[in-house]
């Protein structure tokens, strides 16, 4: 079955499609063209890479995906390459494989010779759910992840589900992360259903991941429509889609984006965290917490990290975008399926409410 998403933002409108077997009859569509194509692929995507090898006219580079490559060495690889095998204003850029090709190719496509067309192929649950929707690119610097970047909406974004099946259970759970954060902030029900039907989405039973990938789509496409930009600062605003990530990101960046915690893993701790906070002012109750917690430990995703007693993890959490001057800004929960802005949040008070 195919379900298509219709993404409407300022200045580009475009579809989402997820269907099985969908990535190859894209690409000889797009070849008909004619223009020229450039494919950056995860090589650990190896069935599309197998059959796109045997194609002689497409330029394919090949990349490790990894939070390493979302760096500015890797950025200037990539661009030198692409001048070199003169890629030109006409020219397509397609990205295939998880959100750090995703993320860094499409930083390389919206800065290119001012930017060129551009293409997403997610091939990772997380990217599927989330960094493949709404326009968001960024490379990591020491100060904070995704610190240089801009907001670049790809042309056409193409999912196919069976792509998962050669994806490792710990990278899966870390998608899963991000579609239970699109739930707890949105849509109680959805949230219900994951807590019955975890099982069959993470094995992959074919009506179940997409009825979750779509779902979760669907609902980040919402917060962009109303907030391309993350400007407001209200219980619309994009920025909802951040719960958990002021912590996650923190401790991402501790560990030098290497693989001790993937991303999806931090921002689960980031999550009990926030939830905690929110139970500890009384917006949730302590069985509503325990029930997201016991999920995570359920699932196998972890709730806890010890250094969030550390002063090094609040100095980092205070370079994070959404945050200003000293004090911190996170998302929390008002209600289970809903999130707003807790603002100027101090650490003294911060730490308090987590012991
Ligand atoms: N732009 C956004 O809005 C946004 C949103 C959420 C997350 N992100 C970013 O996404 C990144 C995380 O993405 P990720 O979790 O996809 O990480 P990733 O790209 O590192 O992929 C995870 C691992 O899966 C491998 N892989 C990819 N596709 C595969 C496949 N089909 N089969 C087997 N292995 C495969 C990769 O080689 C890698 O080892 C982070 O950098 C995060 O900041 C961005
Ligand atoms: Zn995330």
Redesign the pocket.
């Known amino acids: 079955m195919k379900n298509i998403i219709q993404i409407k933002t300022q200045n580009k409108n475009y579809s989402i499609v997820v269907e099985e077997n969908s990535i190859i009859p894209f690409i000889k569509i797009e070849k008909k063209s004619k223009k020229k194509i450039f494919i950056i692929i ?4 190896k069935y599309i890479l197998k059959k796109l090898e045997i194609n002689k006219n497409i330029n394919i580079i090949k990349i ?4 390493k490559i ?1 760096s500015i060495n890797y950025y200037w690889k990539i661009i030198s390459l692409l001048l070199k095998l003169k890629i030109d204003r006409s020219s397509t850029l397609i990205a295939i ?7 860094l190719s499409s930083f390389v496509a919206s800065t290119i010779l001012r930017g060129i067309r551009f293409v997403l192929v997610p ?2 649950l ?2 599927q759910v ?2 493949s929707i ?1 326009g ?3 490379i990591n610097t020491p100060n904070g ?2 610190l240089i970047g801009t907001f670049f909406q790809p042309d056409k974004v193409i999912i196919d589900p069976k ?2 099946y ?3 259970k710990r ?1 899966l759970k ?2 899963y992360a ?1 579609i239970l954060k699109h739930s707890l902030i949105n849509d109680k029900a959805f949230y219900k259903w994951l807590i019955k039907c975890h099982r069959n989405i993470l094995d992959l039973d074919k009506k179940y991941i997409t009825k979750a990938i779509v779902k979760s789509i669907r609902i980040k496409a919402k917060f962009v429509h109303l907030d391309e930009k993350e400007t407001l600062i209200n219980p619309s605003s994009r920025a909802m889609l951040n719960f958990g990530h002021t912590f996650g990101h923190a401790l991402e960046t501790m560990n030098n984006y290497n693989t001790t915690l ?3 893993e931090a921002i689960s701790i980031g999550m009990a965290f926030a939830a905690k906070i929110s139970y500890k002012i009384k917006n949730i109750t302590e069985f509503e917490y325990n029930k997201i917690v016991g999920h995570l430990k359920i699932i196998g995703l972890p709730h806890h990290d010890k250094r969030i007693n550390s002063n090094k993890i609040y100095k980092l959490m205070q370079s994070d975008k959404k945050n200003t001057e000293e004090k911190i800004n996170l998302v929390l929960l008002k209600k289970i399926g809903q999130a707003y802005f807790e603002r100027g949040l101090d650490k003294e008070r911060i730490k308090k409410l987590l012991n």
Request: charged share 30%; no cysteine; aromatic share 0%.
């Open positions: 995860d090589k650990k995507v490790n995906g990894s939070e979302k494989g998880g959100g750090t090709v995703g993320d091939t990772t997380l990217s989330d960094s709404g968001k690119n960024g992840k995704n792509v998962l050669s994806l490792s990278e870390s998608g991000e993937t991303h999806g």
